[in-house]
């Protein structure tokens, strides 16, 4: 089965009653955990982005908490898990600012964190390729706003 063109389903979404797109929407996140996520996120958290932030950040907190640090393979490994979780809400949130935050305040724990990045060229990379990253999504925003995010990268680097 060929899925359909976002252009097709828009039009076909538009010939349906409330009610019908209710149920659409109820079999949809029946099935996939992130379509359900994401649909919270819309619902719930979308009209307040700073107290989305907050959320996530406190989950990056826990997770380098949790951190197993008896040998560098655990590290990478929790870190990749990390970046995992911000990047999907990254996605979900869609806004710069938002991702552009939340890279930022992960390459600081990262740093601050006291995993030696410098001597494992895995852990090094990692990090290398947030601050690329942020410095691409930084160009993306208003000018105040790279002036702004753009000091807080210069304590990163």
Known sequence: MKAASQKEIKEELITKSPSQLLQLCLRLIKYKKENKELL??????AHDEQTYIKGIQREVDSQFEEMNRSNIYFEKKTLRKTLRLINKHIKYSGKKETEVELLIYFC?????SGIPIHKSPVLNNIY???II???????????DLQHDYSLEMELLV
Do not use: G
């Not at 600081?108 to 601050?112: A, C, E, I, L, V």
């Open 40 to 45: 919270t996120y819309l619902l719930f958290e």
């Open 108 to 112: 600081q724990k990262f740093k601050n």
């Open 128 to 130: 290398q390729r947030q």
């Open 133 to 143: 990253k942020i410095n691409k999504a930084i160009q993306m925003l208003h000018e």
